[in-house]
C-alpha cells in the first residue's frame, strides 16, 4: 500500500472492477484529482483476466491516495462489494463504478452530506450522467439514458425511493451495509443494489437522498443490441428479486406492461421484430418501439430464467 497522505482518512471509495483496466486508469485518475485528499480507496478486483492484476500492483505503488487492492474468484459485484466493505476502516463508504468519473468536489459532497446528517439509516446518491469526454455519446445514449436511470425525474423534485440507490454514486454509513450486506446470490451488476435498498427500506427505514452537486460521469459506450443484452440479465435478476420479495411485485392489471410482455412470450416474433428495428437506425429513432423491445427483451430474461 502507498504511503497516501498523513491525515485520517473519513471516508473509503470502493470499487469492484472485471475486466474494465483502460476505464478503470482513467477512474482512479480522476480521484486523483478529488478537493477533498484524507480519503481511502479500496478497488477489488472480481476475477479479471484482462491484466488488471498486474496493473493494480503497479498503481498501487504510485497512488497518490490510500490504496488497498483486494482480489477475488470471479463471483460478481454483490460479494465484491461486501468483501471490500468489511475492509472498509472509515465511518463513510462511497460506492462508485470502475467506469464512473468522479468530478473534483464528488467525494467532498458526499462527506458534506453525512456530517450533516449523521443518523446511519440515511444514504445518498450522487448525479451520473454520460461522459462526453471519452466516448461518443449517440442518440441512442441519449435516449437510453432516461430508460437506464430516473435521474430526469429526480432533477424535476421527484420523491427518491429504493428503486433510485444507484450505486454507481452511493454514500452511506459504512455500518448499516456490514450489518446488511449485498444478496450475494445476484451474481450480475442488476438488481443487487435495488433488492438492498428495498430490503434496507423495509428494515431499516432506510431514507434516501438526490444529491445534484455530486456529478459523476458514466464511460460505458452502449448499443442498442448491448441494452439488449443487459435487458436479459436485468429479467433474469427481477425474477430472482420477486421471488424474494413478491410483496413488492407490480400490479398484474398493468396493461402496458402486459402488452410489452407478449413479444417476450413469442421469442421468433421478438426476435423478428428486433432484427428489423436493429437494421433501420436512420428511419427508426429510439422512443416508444424501443422502449417496447427492451421491456419485452427484460420478460424474455425473466422467463428464460425459470429452472
Not at 111 to 131: E, M, R, S, Y
Not at 172 to 199: C, G, H, M, Q
Not at 261 to 278: C, Q
Request: glycine share 4%; aromatic share 8%; charged share 20%.
Amino acid at each position: 500500500m502507498s504511503e497516501g497522505p498523513t491525515a485520517p482518512s473519513v471516508i473509503t471509495v470502493v470499487i469492484p472492477t472485471f475486466n474494465h483496466l483502460p476505464t478503470l486508469r482513467i477512474c482512479l485518475e480522476h480521484l486523483e484529482a478529488q478537493t477533498l485528499t484524507n480519503f481511502d480507496v479500496i478497488v477489488i478486483n472480481d476475477g479479471s483476466t484482462d491484466g488488471t492484476k498486474a496493473a493494480l500492483t503497479e498503481i498501487q505503488q504510485r497512488s497518490p491516495f490510500r490504496l488497498q487492492v483486494l482480489h477475488q474468484q470471479n463471483a460478481g459485484p454483490a460479494r465484491a462489494r461486501n468483501v471490500a466493505i468489511a475492509h472498509v476502516t472509515t465511518d463513510l463508504c462511497l460506492l462508485i463504478g470502475d467506469d464512473t468519473l468522479a468530478t473534483p468536489t464528488v467525494v467532498e459532497s458526499h462527506l458534506q452530506f453525512h456530517c450533516v446528517n449523521p443518523d446511519t439509516k440515511k444514504a445518498v446518491i450522487g448525479w451520473t450522467q454520460w461522459d462526453p469526454v471519452h466516448q461518443k455519446i449517440t442518440p441512442f445514449m441519449q435516449w437510453y439514458e432516461k430508460i437506464q436511470f430516473d435521474y430526469e425525474h429526480l432533477t424535476a423534485g421527484r420523491p427518491v425511493i429504493w428503486k433510485h440507490f444507484y450505486t454507481s454514486n452511493l454514500s452511506f454509513k459504512t455500518r448499516l451495509i456490514r450489518e446488511n450486506p449485498f444478496d450475494e446470490r445476484f451474481k450480475s451488476a442488476v438488481w443487487e443494489d435495488i433488492e438492498l435498498a428495498y430490503r434496507l427500506t423495509m428494515n431499516n427505514n432506510l431514507q434516501l437522498t438526490f444529491l445534484p452537486n455530486a456529478v459523476a460521469t458514466h464511460l460505458h459506450p452502449t448499443t442498442f443490441r448491448q441494452a439488449i443484452r443487459r435487458m436479459r440479465t436485468v429479467g433474469r435478476s427481477e425474477r430472482l428479486f420477486y421471488e424474494t420479495w413478491p410483496v413488492a411485485r407490480p400490479s398484474s392489471h398493468d396493461r402496458k406492461m402486459k402488452i410489452c410482455n407478449l413479444p417476450g412470450e413469442r421469442p421468433s416474433l421478438l426476435h423478428a421484430v428486433t432484427f428489423a428495428v436493429e437494421r433501420l437506425p436512420r428511419l427508426v429513432k429510439p422512443g416508444k418501439l424501443h422502449a417496447m423491445l427492451l421491456r419485452s427483451h427484460r420478460h424474455y430474461g425473466y422467463i428464460e430464467s425459470n429452472p
